[in-house]
Every structure is written in structure tokens, then in C-alpha cells.
């Protein structure tokens, strides 16, 4: 049973789920290898939404999907490997995002409705990568990819005359095309002492591009990025390790670019929230031969979340440091 409440309704879901999958691997040689397959579903999903006003609503959405995937591996040397892969994913909407449920969010105060007319999106993903592995534990790694998306789903903030909304779409489609680049090395080629010292770092930067012709987006910004995609993304760490490995030490930074959350519908801007600096510290140490440590200091920099619509901050907090001691013991 599905119980009205007086915050804006309740609804209840079921999803049943079949699936089947088969692959192949073939090795040509020490040097080729390919790997093929592909995964079969049917998915069936009943949502349930009963407003607090009006009559009750079912959704029920079902379908039968192939997923094939195909990864084709070379290596010209024991130390290298160039990799191809092609496959096909999707990605269902959430229970909350099918039900025609009004409700409020913690953060921001805003109000969202779901969409029972919402359909799962497919995405194609291209993937080519070159790697390079010098030492044991050092790798150097650039790839490129592309993903091309049908119907994804777009969170919307609606532009009305009274409260606004926040609620769920599905674009025509989406393109997004980038370039990873990946290194992990030890930093004894500087010298003895930093034997101990290792060094890694990712960077993503990527392009997407949203395709809003002959869908029923009526958004302020057609030619923009896709929701939550952001044109880069840095991660970097520094960790030491003593020479029995019993202690370490690890320094972490993140950085992701801005991104939009919500794109804003006619006239209204777009929501984004702008890029955010976060650092972490990683301490592990023995203190008996039967006891060790572990000391971990979280978002150091507490650096705010903001989140702009136009000239206006929407929102703008921050979450604090976060400090855990933990201990470990083994006989």
C-alpha cells in the first residue's frame, strides 16, 4: 500500500531484473589477445506514487536491452600494451526520478518532482590506451575516449511564475570526448634518499556537448555541456613507505572543474557549481610488534561549496575537517 504523506506523497517501487551474458577469449600468440561478448537483460520496473493530493499514478517502465563489448589488446613489448575497446552500457533512471513525487531537499531547500515519462539512456563507449610500465610499480598510461549517449537524463530546475522545480528530462543526446593522462613513479631516480617516495598523478580533460534539437527541452542554454560533466579532473598524491612497509605516509589533492547541476529552462540560467581544491593526509605506523596506527585528516583546506545560477550563489557552505585515529591489532 502506498500511504499519502503531507511533505508531498510516498510512493513505492519493484524492479525485476534478468540477465544473461557470454564471452569469449581468444590469444593470438604471445602479443594479440581479444576479448569479446555480450550481455543480455530484461528489465522491469513498477513505481508506485501516491501525491498528497489527487489519485494514485503507476509507472512501468520495461525493456529488453543487448549490451555487446569487444577489447582488443597488443603488446609490442613485455613493458607496453595498447588497448582497444568498444562496448555498450546504459543507465536506468533512479525510483525517485520516475515518481511524480514532490519533495524538498535538505541542502538548497529546493523542491523536485520526478518524471514517470523518463526513459534509460544508452551510451556507446570508445576506448584506445597506451601503456607503459618501466618498473615494478611505476606505470605511464594516455588514452583517449568518446562516449556517444541517446536519451540521457538532464536534471532541469523549470522556469515558473510560482515555487520552482527542479525535475528530470531525457535530452535527444550527448557526446562526450576526452583525454586521460596517468603516471605513478618512484622518485629514487632523484636520489638515494627518496627512494622511499612515490609519485602519482591522473588528469582528465574532456568535452561534452548536449544535443537538445527535436526533444521537449525548452533549456535556456542549448549549446552547453551535459549535466554533471566537468571539463577537467586532477587527482595527485605523494606517499612515502619505510623499508619494511610496516609505515607510510600519504598526501592527496583533487580538483574537478565546474560543472553544471541543474540546467536552467527557460528564462532561467543554468546551476553550476564551481570547481573545488580538497587535500587529504594519510598517516600509517606500527606501534608494537602486534599493534598499529592509523591517523587520517580529511578536506584540510574545508574549502566551500558553491553553487551559482547567473550573477546569484544559490548556495554556498562548507563541511569541515574531518579527523579519524584508528588502531589494528593481529596476534
Given amino acids: ?19 544473461g551474458f557470454t564471452m569469449l577469449q581468444a590469444d593470438f600468440g604471445a602479443r594479440w589477445q581479444l ?5 543480455a537483460e530484461y528489465s522491469d520496473v513498477l513505481v508506485r506514487a501516491q501525491p498528497t493530493i489527487g ?6 517502465p520495461t525493456y529488453t536491452d543487448v549490451l555487446p563489448a569487444l577489447a582488443l ?8 600494451a595498447i588497448r582497444l575497446s568498444a562496448s555498450q552500457t546504459l543507465s536506468r533512471p533512479e525510483y525517485r526520478e520516475l515518481a511524480p513525487i514532490q519533495y524538498r531537499e535538505v541542502l538548497g531547500f529546493d523542491n523536485v518532482l520526478g518524471n514517470p515519462d523518463l526513459k534509460r539512456a544508452l551510451v556507446q563507449n570508445y576506448d584506445a590506451r597506451w601503456e607503459w610500465y618501466p618498473r ?33 528530462v531525457n535530452a535527444l543526446g550527448a557526446d562526450n570526448v576526452g583525454v586521460e593522462v596517468e603516471g605513478r613513479k618512484s622518485l629514487g631516480f632523484l636520489g638515494d634518499r627518496l627512494e622511499n617516495l612515490t609519485l602519482s598523478a591522473n588528469a582528465t580533460v574532456m568535452r561534452s556537448e548536449i544535443r537538445i534539437a527535436g526533444s521537449s527541452l525548452a533549456v535556456t542554454n542549448g549549446q552547453r555541456r551535459m549535466v554533471g560533466q566537468a571539463p577537467y579532473v586532477l587527482n595527485a598524491g605523494l606517499t612515502w613507505t619505510s623499508f619494511t612497509g610496516a609505515g607510510s605516509a600519504t598526501l592527496l589533492y583533487n580538483v574537478v572543474g565546474p560543472r553544471i547541476t541543474d540546467a536552467g529552462e527557460v528564462p532561467l540560467p543554468d546551476v553550476i557549481e564551481r570547481e573545488r581544491h580538497v587535500v587529504d593526509l594519510s598517516f600509517r605506523f606500527p606501534v608494537a610488534s602486534w599493534l598499529s596506527a592509523r591517523v587520517d585528516a580529511k578536506n584540510l583546506l574545508d574549502a566551500p561549496y558553491r553553487l551559482e545560477q547567473g550573477p546569484v550563489t544559490r548556495e554556498r557552505y562548507r563541511v569541515g575537517r574531518g579527523f579519524t585515529v584508528g588502531l589494528s591489532w593481529q596476534p
Fill in 1 to 19: 500500500n502506498v500511504t499519502p504523506l503531507g511533505a508531498g506523497g510516498s510512493y513505492t517501487a519493484t524492479e525485476y531484473l534478468v540477465a
Fill in 35 to 39: 576479448i569479446g561478448g555480450a550481455r
Fill in 55 to 60: 489519485a494514485l499514478s503507476t509507472t512501468n
Fill in 73 to 80: 589488446t597488443f603488446r609490442p613489448s613485455p613493458d607496453v
Fill in 136 to 168: 615494478v610499480g611505476e606505470v605511464f598510461s594516455v588514452a583517449m575516449f568518446v562516449k556517444r549517449f541517446s536519451d540521457p537524463i538532464e536534471r532541469v530546475y523549470r522556469g515558473s511564475s510560482g515555487t520552482r522545480i527542479i525535475t528530470f
